[in-house]
Protein backbone atom coordinates (compact mmCIF):
# COMPACT_ATOMS: atom_id res chain seq x y z
CA UNK A 1 0.00 0.00 0.00
CA UNK A 2 1.19 3.22 -0.94
CA UNK A 3 -0.29 7.16 -0.37
CA UNK A 4 1.67 9.63 -2.30
CA UNK A 5 0.86 13.42 -0.95
CA UNK A 6 2.02 16.07 -2.98
CA UNK A 7 0.32 19.99 -3.16
CA UNK A 8 2.19 21.28 0.13
CA UNK A 9 4.41 24.55 0.27
CA UNK A 10 5.23 28.20 1.12
CA UNK A 11 2.43 30.52 1.40
CA UNK A 12 1.80 33.69 2.86
CA UNK A 13 -0.78 33.67 5.80
CA UNK A 14 -4.30 33.88 4.09
CA UNK A 15 -2.98 32.32 1.00
CA UNK A 16 -4.67 28.76 -0.08
CA UNK A 17 -2.96 25.32 -0.65
CA UNK A 18 -4.72 21.62 -2.56
CA UNK A 19 -3.21 18.95 -0.81
CA UNK A 20 -3.84 15.65 -2.70
CA UNK A 21 -3.26 12.43 -1.67
CA UNK A 22 -2.83 9.17 -4.36
CA UNK A 23 -3.11 5.72 -3.13
CA UNK A 24 -2.35 2.46 -4.97
CA UNK A 25 -2.71 -0.52 -3.43
CA UNK A 26 -5.92 -0.09 -1.55
CA UNK A 27 -9.31 0.73 -2.60
CA UNK A 28 -9.96 3.90 -0.76
CA UNK A 29 -13.67 3.20 -1.51
CA UNK A 30 -14.23 0.95 1.32
CA UNK A 31 -11.94 2.88 3.31
CA UNK A 32 -12.09 5.82 5.93
CA UNK A 33 -9.27 8.17 4.78
CA UNK A 34 -8.20 11.72 6.76
CA UNK A 35 -5.39 14.03 6.93
CA UNK A 36 -2.83 14.41 10.23
CA UNK A 37 -0.12 16.92 10.47
CA UNK A 38 2.86 17.40 12.63
CA UNK A 39 4.14 21.31 13.70
CA UNK A 40 7.31 20.75 15.44
CA UNK A 41 7.45 19.62 18.89
CA UNK A 42 4.14 18.79 18.91
CA UNK A 43 2.32 15.46 18.66
CA UNK A 44 0.72 14.72 15.45
CA UNK A 45 -3.12 15.80 15.20
CA UNK A 46 -6.03 14.83 13.33
CA UNK A 47 -7.07 17.40 10.70
CA UNK A 48 -9.35 15.71 8.98
CA UNK A 49 -11.52 12.82 8.15
CA UNK A 50 -13.98 11.65 5.25
CA UNK A 51 -15.79 8.02 5.27
CA UNK A 52 -16.60 5.77 2.80
CA UNK A 53 -20.17 7.38 3.21
CA UNK A 54 -18.30 10.89 2.19
CA UNK A 55 -19.74 11.82 6.13
CA UNK A 56 -16.79 14.58 6.83
CA UNK A 57 -15.34 15.91 10.76
CA UNK A 58 -12.78 18.34 10.86
CA UNK A 59 -10.58 19.16 14.15
CA UNK A 60 -11.93 22.49 15.78
CA UNK A 61 -9.58 24.96 14.63
CA UNK A 62 -9.49 24.32 10.39
CA UNK A 63 -13.65 24.21 10.40
CA UNK A 64 -14.72 26.51 7.86
CA UNK A 65 -11.03 26.94 6.12
CA UNK A 66 -10.36 23.33 5.15
CA UNK A 67 -12.54 20.85 3.25
CA UNK A 68 -11.57 17.11 2.52
CA UNK A 69 -12.93 15.65 -0.23
CA UNK A 70 -12.42 12.10 -2.41
CA UNK A 71 -12.98 10.66 -5.23
CA UNK A 72 -12.57 6.75 -5.37
CA UNK A 73 -12.14 6.64 -8.87
CA UNK A 74 -9.24 7.88 -9.02
CA UNK A 75 -8.35 6.72 -5.64
CA UNK A 76 -8.09 9.90 -4.36
CA UNK A 77 -8.35 12.32 -1.32
CA UNK A 78 -8.08 15.77 -1.07
CA UNK A 79 -7.72 18.79 1.15
CA UNK A 80 -8.18 22.15 0.16
CA UNK A 81 -6.51 24.56 2.71
CA UNK A 82 -8.11 28.19 2.43
CA UNK A 83 -7.37 31.39 4.96
CA UNK A 84 -4.23 29.54 6.36
CA UNK A 85 -2.46 30.87 9.13
CA UNK A 86 0.88 30.24 10.55
CA UNK A 87 -0.43 28.10 12.95
CA UNK A 88 -1.31 26.12 9.85
CA UNK A 89 2.48 25.72 9.65
CA UNK A 90 3.19 21.71 9.77
CA UNK A 91 4.22 18.58 8.05
CA UNK A 92 0.65 16.98 6.46
CA UNK A 93 0.24 13.25 6.42
CA UNK A 94 -2.40 11.30 4.57
CA UNK A 95 -3.87 8.12 6.59
CA UNK A 96 -6.44 5.18 5.05
CA UNK A 97 -7.91 2.99 7.44
CA UNK A 98 -9.36 0.12 5.65
CA UNK A 99 -11.89 -2.20 7.10
CA UNK A 100 -10.55 -4.13 9.41
CA UNK A 101 -9.17 -0.91 11.10
CA UNK A 102 -5.53 -1.37 9.96
CA UNK A 103 -4.01 2.49 9.59
CA UNK A 104 -1.58 3.30 6.55
CA UNK A 105 0.12 6.69 6.20
CA UNK A 106 1.85 8.40 3.37
CA UNK A 107 5.11 10.12 3.79
CA UNK A 108 4.30 13.63 4.65
CA UNK A 109 3.81 16.94 2.86
CA UNK A 110 5.11 20.24 4.31
CA UNK A 111 3.06 23.35 4.52
CA UNK A 112 4.75 26.24 5.73
CA UNK A 113 3.05 29.71 6.31
CA UNK A 114 4.55 32.84 6.28
CA UNK A 115 3.18 36.22 8.32
Known amino acids: VQLQASGGGLVQAGGSLRLSCVAS????????MAWYRQAPGKQRELVAT???????DYTDSVKGRFTISRDNAKNTVWLQMNSLKPEDTAVYYCNAKNSDAVNYWGQGTQVTVSS
Open 50 to 56: ISRLHST
Open 25 to 32: GIIIRVAT
